[in-house]
């Protein structure tokens, strides 16, 4: 075996490049990486502290401190980060090993035992990882471990210290909640599941962990219920996040482009939610959620129209009251894309559909205006978009009230200046007002993009090209797929036991099934005929009291 070993180090020292390669400063980035992971740990630690501080170079945030353990004073170091390994964690660890390796049954332990020793008698850490490479040894550092190298020895030990820092559950700011949970998901990938486990307590929601970007290494998180969940959509979930080859990922929106199927719709085919409780009702239908370390944006998939129109509100309040607001949500999506266009198509080709009296007033009110009505509408909207994002841009404590004066002042200089009709202002304050009930933000964007285009359908063709565009968008959205499954359903393709959820709600017992499409593999989800009666279980139990009274 003794043969064997020395075999294996020269085959190894043959395939190791040296470490002085990266002392080159004209080596790229792509160069770099590929040195240091082929760059494997030897026996000697003044050569892997040499390899390893070549590879980080003058980083201040990067401590080393050499030590000797045991009776033996065998040479070894401890690497950690600043601000990733906890400080107090790593004082122990350094306590430990220099107290106990000199005392008690550890004494005498040989050098070749020390890592065994360490290990198994000496650390008392909740999790020990071993780095052969130096690619391996920085991972374990970026993810709060304390690496010990020890001289002699070609296996690096990881010791978890991780210092966990994020900022405070608080109510996601995008997504208000009315009634309901006011915790919002953070920039920690843990936290974010640890979340959704708290809401689904069976050990059969799986987390699986993907590692994206050659250079930031960012954590990916796909999780959903096993047996649940369709085992196709799994695997294509896997095999898009495992095609993603980039040098950097900083936010899920750039794991949204490269997973998406259809790239150039204006329509998001992916939903975001910062809402625990809005994941953890998607995963209860047997769809999948996609975490993003640094985001507090969660992906779910697949998507369906209809979800980016409800609130999880909607369900948390009676039933009347929630199946109107979701009616009159739907209502104000589809006027703030056709509103204003209507608004030219009438007064430019249809005056007949407009009373008398109301066509005579805008008429009059037009007097003096300079511009075509298709011209008027399109100015006033795109001045009024420029304000929203200028509003969106500022900070929050000027940004809305810069919007709200800009607006009112804006709009009543143009008419006292007669470029713009009265009517024209109300048109477009009513379209602002109904595109703000969209409660998804990329949404209500493709809403405000299609705007314009049914503005010059209808300056163009009337209400003839109102028509032809709604009945290409129905078409464009039938067409669309999210991750295989129909964009536009349970409208298109039609699937009847779904409709009860779209345009209004149901009650919570009579909600027995799952969605049709994503949860087809355990389509009951609970048990059916638990509607309240009251005055049934009343007599019940009024009857099982009086038989117990005779007995």
Known sequence: MKWLSELLKAWRARNTKPAGDLKDDQLDISEREALVQRYRLTSSLEGNLKAFKEMIGPSADITIRLMQLGTKRVPAAIISVEEFADSQQRDELV?????NLLSGAFQDSPAHKL??????LVVQSPRINYADTLDELWKLLLEGFTVILIDGHEQAI????????????????SEPSIRGPRDGFTECLSTNISLIRRRIRTPNLWAEQFTVGSLTRTRIGVMYIKGLAHEGLIQEIRQRVNRISVDGILESGQIEEFIEDNPTSLFPIVYRTERPDRVASVLLEGRIAIFTDGTPFVLCVPTEFSMLLKAP?????????????GFLRYLSFWASMLLPGTYVATLTFHHELVPTE????????????????AMEVFILEFVFEILREAGLRLPKAVGSAVTIVGALVLGDAAIGAGLVSPAVVIIISLTAIASFTTANFAFSIAARLLRFVFIVLGSLFGLFGIQFGFLLIILILTSMRSFGYPYFAPIGPLVLSDLKDVFVRTWWWNMVRRPSLVGSREPIRQ??????????QANRSNKQRASRMER
Not at 95 to 99: A, F, M, N, P
Not at 158 to 173: I, S, Y
Not at 313 to 325: A, C, K, M, Q
């Open 527 to 536: 048990r059916p005929g638990q509607m309240p009666r009251p005055g049934l």
């Open 313 to 325: 509100d909607d369900y948390y309040e009676r039933v009347p009251i929630g199946s109107i607001i």
């Open 358 to 373: 109301l066509l005579f007033r805008i008429v009059a009110a037009r007097e003096g205006v300079p511009f075509p009505i």
């Open 95 to 99: 306590h430990t090993l220099t107290t």
């Open 115 to 120: 890592p065994e020793v360490i290990t198994r």
């Open 158 to 173: 990881g010791c978890a210290t991780e210092r966990v820092v994020h900022r405070t559950l608080q109510e996601p700011e």
